[in-house]
């Protein structure tokens, strides 16, 4: 027995002297395949040089993410450690039991004073206003857009914008302002106004539309009560859908499945003169490899609404432990070191959009990339969609209701908003929230 922990010792100091822990832990995070994860991966391989613990980023494709990762969570299995899941996760997450509760490592690490408010009420509470955590901010994101400078800046179209309008060709500051850009630059078979969300498999169109409805001053409903009559359905939503379906006039043809590639091709193919998409996306469109037109790409918030609101809906994810890991006191040291200014720092000049508050409001951030500072700006005044379990149902319901109005125009505006109330109604009251 002597010998044996004699030699124990013995090769414990040598991986010791080697640099290396005698025993080192292997962490894996499961997220979906982009390229925040790829940067994620390079982060973490810096925390495995600074402790010895291996760390993994296992990626699957989006539309198979939400699939693979509750049929993990459900069958209660530990293949994954922590989980990168999308803020409407956070509802079924914490009630079906499949994250830790974070509340105490908030409270020991002051948590929700380090990253930015709006992150950590819709990345890591539920439910709303409880002040229970169940997830660090991980990736911040939410809707902006990019733009053709070069059209935007040619004297001609400049002069003939000024002609017709009255008013300077320039970055719109409100929706009325990208209403008249979109239609000047809509030129079919040559080029066209605007690219926006269409697609309605997932939550692209929910997130073009509420674009405009929270800048109209409008919301989803009460996210206390969940009442959704007066709300979703109110005079400021009917004008905002209204508004979204005129926006959709002026793309370009065959546009009615839009997402998050095609957003981009509007700027890389000379499609369209302004194209709204997450932030997340905008790193490939200032690189001339994948964006021709990158020297020509500008970028920019989104724009307020008739009564000077300004809102833009939130994209973007934070990180959780499942609960079902034989990993977690390892998975907690991983999350201190995550959170820490010098680590938040890094994950930014990687690629990451860091939710940090400090390090969004330095001047290194903002003007790190063309699109940093829209991002600073947008990152404190965002919304987020239902957040609760049945939130798949909900979503579902909008894409029923709202796509063939915006892309067929069938129906009216308030039609398709009052049939989407009344759906929500009876989904909110099957759940006993109502």
């Not at 640099?19 to 391989?45: C, H, M, R």
């Not at 997450?93 to 974070?102: K, M, P, R």
């Not at 409805?213 to 996210?223: I, K, P, R, T, W």
């Not at 319901?397 to 049939?419: H, I, K, M, S």
Request: proline share 4%; net charge negative.
């Amino acid at each position: 027995m002597f010998k044996q922990m004699c030699i124990g010792l013995l090769v414990g100091v040598a991986l010791m002297l080697a640099g290396k822990p005698a025993s080192a832990t292997e962490l894996t995070i499961f997220w979906a395949e982009w390229d925040p994860a790829n940067y994620l991966q390079e982060l973490v391989n810096e925390y495995e040089r600074q402790t010895g613990v291996k760390v993994t980023v296992e990626t699957t494709t989006w539309p198979g993410f939400q699939t693979k990762a509750f049929a993990e969570f459900n069958a209660r299995g530990d293949a994954y450690d922590m989980v990168v899941g999308d803020s409407q996760w956070l509802g079924a997450g914490s009630t079906g039991g499949h994250y830790v509760e974070l509340t105490d490592f908030y409270t020991k690490h002051d948590v929700a004073e380090l990253m930015a408010p709006a992150t950590v009420e819709f990345y890591a509470e539920y439910p709303g206003g409880s002040g229970r955590y169940w997830a660090i901010p991980l990736e911040g994101d939410a809707i902006g857009w990019a733009y053709r400078k070069d059209w935007f800046e040619d004297p001609k179209e400049m002069a003939d914008f000024k002609a017709k309008y009255n008013y300077d060709l320039a970055v719109p500051k409100t929706f009325k302002e990208m209403r008249d850009i979109a239609e000047f630059f809509y030129r079919p078979d040559q080029r066209y106004g605007i690219a926006i969300y269409t697609d309605n498999s997932y939550d692209g169109l929910v997130g073009g539309f509420e674009s405009v409805l929270f800048s109209y001053g409008g919301e989803l409903g009460d996210y206390a009560t969940y009442q959704v009559d007066g709300f979703i359905n109110s005079d400021r939503a009917v004008a905002a859908l209204e508004f979204y379906r005129e926006l959709y006039k002026f793309t370009p043809p065959g546009w009615a499945n839009a997402n998050f590639g095609e957003e981009n091709l509007a700027i890389t193919e000379s499609l369209a003169a302004m194209s709204m998409n997450y932030f997340a996306f905008f790193p490939s469109l200032t690189n001339e490899a994948s964006n021709p037109n990158a020297n020509n790409t500008g970028f920019f918030a989104n724009p307020a609404g008739p009564r000077g609101d300004q809102f833009a809906p939130l994209g973007g994810q934070g990180i959780s432990i499942i609960s079902y890991s034989q990993k977690q006191d390892e998975a907690l040291k991983f999350l201190e070191w995550f959170i820490k200014d010098e680590t938040q720092k890094r994950w930014a000049e990687l690629g990451g959009y860091t939710c940090s508050a400090a390090v969004l409001k330095s001047d290194a951030f903002q003007n790190a990339t063309p699109y940093n500072r829209a991002f600073y700006e947008t990152m404190f005044k965002v919304k987020d969609f239902w957040a609760v379990p049945e939130y798949a149902e909900l979503l579902q319901q909008f894409n029923q209701r709202v796509y063939p109005y915006v892309t067929g125009d069938q129906g009216t505006a308030r039609e398709t908003l009052d049939a989407l109330a009344a759906d929500w109604n009876a989904t909110f009251k099957k759940y006993g929230r109502q």
